[in-house]
């Protein structure tokens, strides 16, 4: 990419203005960038709607670099570049006849990308998808590079790091054997259901989601992710609390054609076909839009969602649509889902920031009772001293970085505040 080539994320809400952009072709070529900077950020595959990823100095970019992928059958884990998508991964491990556990709603995303961040998919008993990692190769800021392995002192906080530990060169994922999945959608769902079965409806498959546009007396899409091998009946419940299965393929959102969407209607497919809300070869969406998520202690989530409802009519004329997901407690220092079962409150806005702010405002206030770690890539207000304070190990991870990076070389304006000291 040439250096007056615009720079700026997916959905084009945030525009990068780095005083070079580099797109090293070799892992060497990487290493000498790493260390000759001053100040450097990577880009990834751009689905960050906030400036995580931003630099003034250097933003490098790996995406030009030959993508790899090695298996070690004994040890059933997979080596794979920083840089490649979840949907290159998983079609290639897949091919081999093994399995990721969880992937996110978009197989776009890059796996370090997604993983810095603390991205996840669903499903009660999956952690998120760092909780599959087993060893983290970063170029550190002299151009060397270092390993973490899992049972090493540094490891927990070295997997959801924000791209301040270094730029991730490879990482090591375990992997589980290939399994097959059908996927079924439930329309109308009740909030009474929901907030009534709330457990029995996410425990309900391997995966599930929950979507609603809010308002005034919403309803929610129910998305079941069934393994094959568990689903102990030929055919799903044609009912759920008072939901019908649809009876045609479906979208996430209202009114919008589903053939970006991934195959539904109880059809048999390998798992890196169903876990996915979205095909790898579809846009999922025009980019015209904006993201916040919230993640909470699972404890709360029914709480929060009666909050959510009571300012369901302020949301709606924004939103897009909300995704409810849940996952399982993790110890990775800076997971949003360190130390609790989790949810998820995901919200897709309308592409208007003017319009969407206030709203997200009133959103968090709403949901400030139930002390939400907001997702590392999105939109968010809450203060940065009152998200350090959510997260128990943040000050070891403050540690953490100062050995790392003494120089600071991938703190960003973005991170710098996380990392401050807390004001006495």
């Given amino acids: 990419m040439p250096e007056s080539a615009p720079l700026h994320n997916w959905a084009g809400n945030i525009g990068f203005s780095p005083a070079r952009f580099e797109a090293p072709a070799t892992l060497d070529e990487a290493r000498a960038v790493v260390a000759g900077a001053g ?3 990577v880009l990834g595959s751009g689905h960050s709607f906030n400036t995580i990823a931003a630099s003034d100095d250097v933003m490098l970019s790996l995406a030009g670099m030959e993508p790899f992928a090695e298996l070690d059958i004994l040890k059933g884990t997979v080596r794979a570049a920083g840089w490649l998508t979840y949907a290159a991964l998983s079609a290639a491990v897949h091919r081999a006849g093994f399995a990721l556990h969880n992937m996110a709603s978009l197989p776009h995303i890059s796996v370090a990308g997604s993983i ?32 973490v392995r ?33 996927q079924y959608v439930y329309d109308g769902l009740g909030l009474d259901a929901v907030l009534a079965h709330f457990d029995e409806l996410t425990g309900a498959a391997y995966s599930t989601s ?14 079941v992710k069934q393994r094959t091998a568990d689903q102990t009946h030929p055919f799903p419940p044609s009912n759920r609390y008072g939901a019908p299965l649809a009876d045609g393929p479906r979208h996430p959102v209202p009114g919008v054609d589903p053939q970006a969407c991934t195959v539904q209607q109880g059809q048999t497919g390998p798992w890196h076909e169903r876990l996915p809300h979205f095909k790898p070869e579809f846009t999922p969406s025009s980019g015209d839009e904006l993201q916040s998520e919230y993640l909470i202690d699972r404890a709360d989530a029914t709480a929060a969602l009666e909050a959510l409802a009571g300012i369901g009519e302020r949301i709606a ?17 800076l997971s949003p889902a360190y130390g609790r079962d989790t949810v998820g409150l995901h919200f897709t806005w309308i592409g208007d920031h003017g319009a969407v702010a206030p709203v997200t405002a009133v959103l968090e206030a709403a949901l400030e ?49 996380i990392f401050a000291a807390p004001e006495s």
């Fill in 116 to 147: 810095a961040t603390g991205t996840h998919g669903s499903g009660d008993r999956n952690g998120n998808l760092g909780s599959a990692v087993a060893a983290v190769e970063f170029i550190g800021p002299d151009g060397e590079l270092r390993t």
């Fill in 39 to 41: 100040r450097l950020r």
């Fill in 369 to 417: 009772p139930f002390a939400p770690r907001p997702h590392w890539g999105k939109l968010f207000s809450i203060p940065m001293n009152e998200v350090r304070s959510r997260y128990p190990r943040m000050d070891d991870f403050v540690q953490l970085r100062a050995r790392v990076d003494p120089e600071e070389k991938f703190v960003n304006a973005f991170s710098a505040p």
């Fill in 317 to 333: 004329p924004v939103l897009r649509i909300c995704e409810v997901r849940t996952m399982a407690a993790d110890g990775l220092w």
């Fill in 210 to 223: 929950l979507f609603t546009p809010w308002g005034a007396d919403p309803e929610f899409q129910f998305w």
């Fill in 150 to 182: 899992r049972g090493e002192e540094d490891f927990a906080g070295s997997v959801v790091h924000l791209g301040a530990l270094g730029v991730v060169h490879s990482v090591t994922l375990d992997l589980l054997s290939a399994f097959e999945m059908r």
